[in-house]
Structures are given as C-alpha cells and as structure tokens.
T-cell receptor, first 112, second 112 residues
Framework: SQQGEEDPQALSIQEGENATMNCSYK?????LQWYRQNSGRGLVHLIL???NEREKHSGRLRVTLDTSKKSSSLLITASRAADTASYFC????????????WGAGTKLIIKP | DAGITQSPRYKITETGRQVTLMCHQT?????MFWYRQDLGHGLRLIYY???????DKGEVPDGYVVSRSKTENFPLTLESATRSQTSVYFC???????????FGPGTRLLVL
C-alpha cells in the first residue's frame, strides 16, 4: 500500500522557474526522503527530513515537513533542463527503521 | 567499480520459466532490498535483508524467492514467471548507520 501520494502527477515548467511538488502520507513517520529518478535509471537520494524538523535546504532544493497535516513539499528553485526527472517521496514509518514506503511520483519536465 | 550493480539489465522470458535477477554491492552494506516499479504504483518492496542469511518479506513477495549467503549478493528468483511480473526491478542497499538507500540501475523484465 502506498504511504505517500505526490501531487501533481506531472508538472511542466519553463527553465528558470521554480518547481514545487507535494507529498502526503498516512501514518506517523520517523523521516521522509525525496529521491529523483532520471528516465531509465535508478533512484538517487536527494534529501532527508526528520519528523522533528520543519525545513531543510540542500543547494537549490528546499524541503518542508508539516507533521500535523502529514505532508511535505519539495521546492526546486531556478530549474534547469537537467532537473527533468521523476521525483518520489518515501517515508519511514515509526514502527520500522528500514522499510521505505513510496509514493507514485511526480514527473517534472523543464522546457528550455 | 564500487557501487551497486544489477544483472542482467534487460531480460525477456516466457511464462513458467525460472528467472534469477542478480544484485551485487561493494560497500558491505548490511541492508539490501528488492523493489518492483510499475506505472502508477511507485516502488513496492518485494523482499529485504538485514544481513547475510536474514531475509524477510515485503509488501509483494508472492512468486519471488531470495537468498543472501554473502553480504554483497542478494539474488531475486522468480520461480515460475507470470505476465504480471513484467516490471522494472530495482535493488537497493543501505548501511546500518544511514537511512538513505542506494539504488542499482534496474533490470527491465518482460514476461511473454
């Protein structure tokens, strides 16, 4: 069963614009992670935010977590063509320290 | 090369045949995972392993068998392939001290 639900399913923006993706989940979590998947490739970890954190930055990435709403957002600023990929959120439940539960992903297309 | 590799990268087989997908990691990570990725489902955990000789079922284990006699290898066997097992299979690993998972490049399996 999916824990995370990403929104939107697909997003197409112009290069240079900001891209925001959202993730909602159902149960209490230990942490939430975002991964990127380029077409035909494996997933690459982007950022991890713990349940006691509200915001985290990594380069052009900004992640927020609202545990009261059971939701997270990933913001990519100043998007580039190379950011074209699918983005997935994954949660680690409080009752499990190793199982990631995945959403279906947001497909991001950056138009040059 | 160091990292996590999967073989074969592409496989076509017929219904009823046995197929083994290989996963090898050079980091000596304790945990290893097998996922399948289907359109609209994100990643679903098939089996995982916390150490050599320790394996456990994930969300969708039916029709699959795993073994882990050595830390670095985690083969996944489809005992009698079915069309519904057509998918992209990803292997991942992580060390004890980290919650990030590291993914292989995937195996695309087509069952005719």
């Amino acid at each position: 069963s999916q824990q995370g639900e990403e929104d939107p399913q697909a997003l197409s923006i112009q290069e240079g614009e900001n891209a925001t993706m959202n993730c909602s989940y159902k149960t209490s979590i230990n942490n939430l992670q975002w991964y990127r998947q380029n077409s035909g490739r494996g997933l690459v970890h982007l950022i991890l935010i713990r349940s006691n954190e509200r915001e985290k930055h990594s380069g052009r990435l900004r992640v927020t977590l609202d545990t009261s709403k059971k939701s997270s957002s990933l913001l990519i600023t100043a998007s580039r063509a190379a950011d074209t990929a699918s983005y997935f959120c994954a949660t680690v439940r409080m009752d499990s320290n190793y199982q990631l539960i995945w959403g279906a992903g947001t497909k991001l297309i950056i138009k040059p | 090369d160091a990292g996590i590799t999967q073989s074969p990268r592409y496989k076509i087989t017929e219904t009823g045949r046995q197929v083994t997908l290989m996963c090898h990691q050079t980091w000596s990570h304790s945990y290893m995972f097998w996922y399948r990725q289907d359109l609209g489902h994100g990643l679903r955990l098939i089996y995982y392993s916390a150490a050599a000789d320790i394996t456990d079922k994930g969300e969708v284990p039916d029709g699959y068998v795993v073994s882990r006699s050595k830390t670095e290898n985690f083969p996944l066997t489809l005992e009698s392939a079915t069309r519904s097992q057509t998918s992209v299979y990803f292997c991942a690993s992580r060390p004890d001290w980290e919650e990030t998972q590291y993914f292989g490049p995937g195996t695309r399996l087509l069952v005719l």
